[in-house]
């Protein structure tokens, strides 16, 4: 029964197209009568209840209105209204092209707007004060931005932590404007986000649970992006698992690097009491840590746990460290559809869209065994 629906489904648009061929072609001009349905049926072959479902299809697209004891009538087009061109905008911060993960985000926005046929131009942003970004020809100052308005009909932002006064000041024109991966939830505009304060505290409740005590924390420098909320979601963790923070085992670097947090975790490993678990707030900082305790005789996974974030590039395949993938594509993807509702629909108040991280677990976490000698 449901092959048999299928099959009737599939002709009933077949068929639909077929007449809305016709329609363009002038063979069922506008404003006459589309032919009786028995005699429909019998040119294209179909059943009359075939051909009667595709009349329907195309009176629920406004190509023909119903009318009672006549055919269909054929009514006049209209051309859809011309979709705006859209500005993809991100901070070159120093980069001749997008960060690793704006480059995932880019591709969730850029396969979204593709899919829905919008035209985009992606436009570099530089920071006033910024000599080492390369200028382009599409290069804007963040604080032009709203001068946009106008050659751009809507505007979505990989991030935009830089350009929060110029989002607002569009967004006060109603004018559609979307952030991907806004890294400051506080912000009243429309936007995709992971809440980095809840993962952190995931990440202490997975190694508290597995027995372990002196838990460590690697993480950038709390002013940049998001870290203030990683090193908040830390210490709320620890509180929660009734664990006291040493903050002998707090270490901030200055920049997210791998090399950094190793010189860093290698101080760890000196203690008299090292920690068992190390929570890092990017995956780079953990490769570090990993790389100090290594040196230090201990097993990742046996005797120190160590827990990542982020999943992208070369370490989406990295077979051993535990890590939460960030969902950057799905950000990007999710803030180009709220995007093209704004422009479908009109614009519409400020709406915060969530996306949760994936834990990965793997080798690098493992419950606390003997002490290690």
């Known amino acids: 029964m449901l092959e048999k629906r299928g099959r009737r489904s599939r002709a009933c648009e077949t068929v639909a197209e ?23 049926a019998e ?24 009318a009672p004891g006549r055919s269909a009538l054929v009514l006049p087009q209209r051309d859809p209204p011309a979709r705006p061109e859209l500005a993809v905008l991100y ?14 985000i880019f591709e969730g926005i850029q396969d979204t707007l593709s899919r829905n046929a919008y035209r985009f131009t992606l436009v570099p942003l530089i920071t006033e004060g ?16 709203p001068s946009l308005v106008g050659r751009f009909g809507a505007f ?14 569009i967004q006060s024109r109603r004018v559609p404007v979307v952030v991907a991966n806004l890294e400051q939830p506080d912000v009243e505009t429309c936007s995709t986000w992971v809440d980095h304060r809840k993962t952190t505290m995931e990440a202490v409740n997975i190694l508290a649970s597995m027995g372990h005590k002196r838990i460590a924390y690697i993480g950038t420098d709390p002013q ?22 040493d903050e002998g085992l707090v270490a901030i670097c200055i920049k997210t690097d791998s090399f950094p947090a190793y010189i860093l975790a290698r101080e760890f490993f000196k203690r008299a009491e090292p920690p068992t678990g190390i929570v890092c707030a990017r995956d780079e900082h953990a490769g570090g840590a990993c790389q100090a305790a290594t040196e230090a005789g201990r097993v990742v996974g046996r ?17 051993v460290l535990t890590t939460f993938r960030e969902p950057a594509y799905e950000l990007g993807a999710g803030a180009a559809e709220m995007l093209i509702d704004q422009v479908t629909n009109g614009w519409r108040p400020p709406e915060r ?10 080798r690098s976490v493992g419950p606390l065994l003997e002490p290690h000698p």
């Open 18 to 40: 077929d007449i809305r061929r016709r329609i363009k072609e002038g063979i069922f001009p506008v404003n006459s009568y589309l032919p009786p349905e028995r005699k429909l």
């Open 43 to 66: 040119e294209c072959g179909y059943s009359r209840p075939t051909i009667s479902a595709a009349i329907n299809l195309l009176a629920k697209d406004g190509v023909v209105m119903r």
């Open 91 to 104: 901070n070159v911060a120093g980069r001749a092209s997008l960060s690793e993960e704006g480059q995932v």
């Open 130 to 145: 910024d000599l080492l970004s390369p200028r382009s020809e599409r290069s804007v100052a963040v604080k032009d931005v």
């Open 156 to 169: 979505l932002f990989i991030e935009g932590t830089d350009a929060i006064e110029e989002i607002l000041s």
């Open 224 to 245: 940049y992006n998001f870290y203030a909320k990683t090193l908040d979601g830390f210490r709320q963790g620890m509180a929660r698992a009734g664990l006291v923070v």
């Open 303 to 319: 005797d120190v746990s160590i827990i990542g974030f982020g999943a992208l590039g070369d370490w989406a395949a990295d077979p």
């Open 353 to 362: 869209r969530e996306f949760e991280p994936r834990l990965l677990l793997r």
